[in-house]
């Protein structure tokens, strides 16, 4: 494998358990030294494969516990039976999401609507939500806009819509929720934005050529079949999507078909290098991009626990 990757590891009970690190050894030595220093939330332990070998700075092997919060040997998990912990499509053998939004989502959009905030904070919201993101392009597509307007991301469809009609939608969707409270981030829900951090990191290094918002808003509409159990063409077609996104999620067409494709390999802990994208002569970067992207989704997964 030519370049790191990173990819959840899950027990028999679907819990997120730890991350699999796959990669060439000095990579790994760049990821072990990043985790010495500040381990992932809720200290997340980070596992290489029992044949791996990580060489420390002087040449010798690391022994495992001298790399707090950093790699360990896959095989002293504690707590777990032999053989519990798997990779790959994990989301798909899970409960996914009910399909309705999440209530702390909407009540922090209320709040930041009523105090008149900026589309940037509004947009983060219903980043780390791909749910109410596919209902906010639905109700856009529906307000009754004389032309068919192409969406080409969250921001765009905040912008579009307006604040007057964002905000009686949010009310009325908020009482309209019956979603459980003190649920756990589902797994379906933790691919989706795993996906669409990777391609917006994608897009922010220019490996992609596509903005970094397009590249998010892909990751979170991959998965929008799985997650309310329908055809994607079915759930697509009443979206105003760009055509770019649309070909890519629908065909696997075009640059960005083959980036969601190259996501999907790298879930499967398969990618023995990256065809779809070029971040040749940048591996450090590289590092650092996979590290942010799994951190920022287990970041969000620790505080939707709490």
């Not at 999401?97 to 959009?109: I, V």
């Not at 003190?182 to 691919?191: D, K, N, W």
């Not at 629908?250 to 070029?278: F, K, P, S």
């Amino acid at each position: 494998m030519d370049f790191l990757l990173l990819t959840p590891l899950w027990n028999s009970e679907q819990s997120w358990r730890g991350v699999l690190a796959l990669g060439p050894t000095h990579q790994l030595q760049s990821l072990a030294a990043a985790l010495s220093q500040q381990p992932l939330p809720a200290n997340l332990p980070c596992f290489l494969p029992p044949q791996q070998p990580l060489l420390a700075a002087g040449g010798m092997l690391a022994a495992p516990s001298a790399l707090q919060g950093g790699l360990i040997r896959a095989s002293q998990l504690p707590a777990l039976p032999p053989g519990t912990l798997g990779h790959g499509p994990w989301y798909s053998h899970g409960q996914g999401a009910s399909g309705q939004p999440a209530k702390p989502a909407l009540l922090e959009l209320i709040g930041l609507i009523s105090a008149d905030a900026d589309t940037p904070k509004l947009e983060k919201v219903f980043a780390h939500a791909p749910e109410l993101t596919f209902r906010l392009l639905r109700l856009v597509n529906s307000v009754g806009l004389r032309a068919r307007v192409e969406i080409q991301s969250i921001r765009h469809a905040i912008t579009v819509l307006g604040r007057t009609q964002l905000e009686r939608w949010v009310q009325t969707l908020l009482y309209a929720e019956h979603s459980a409270d003190g649920q756990g981030m589902s797994p379906l829900l933790i691919a989706a934005l795993l996906r669409a951090r990777r391609l917006a990191n994608w897009a922010e290094h220019r490996w992609l050529d596509c903005p970094p918002d397009s590249a998010f808003l892909l990751g979170m509409l991959s998965l929008l079949d799985q997650l309310l159990a329908q055809p994607m063409a079915e759930l697509l077609e009443p979206l105003p999507l760009s055509p770019k996104l649309r070909a890519a999620l629908l065909d696997g067409q075009g640059e960005l078909g083959l980036a969601l494709q190259q996501v999907r390999v790298m879930e499967n802990a398969q990618a023995e290098q990256l065809w779809a994208i070029h971040p040749h002569d940048q591996a450090e970067l590289w590092v650092r991009a996979e590290l942010d992207a799994l951190r920022g989704v287990a970041d969000l997964a620790a505080q939707w626990q709490a």
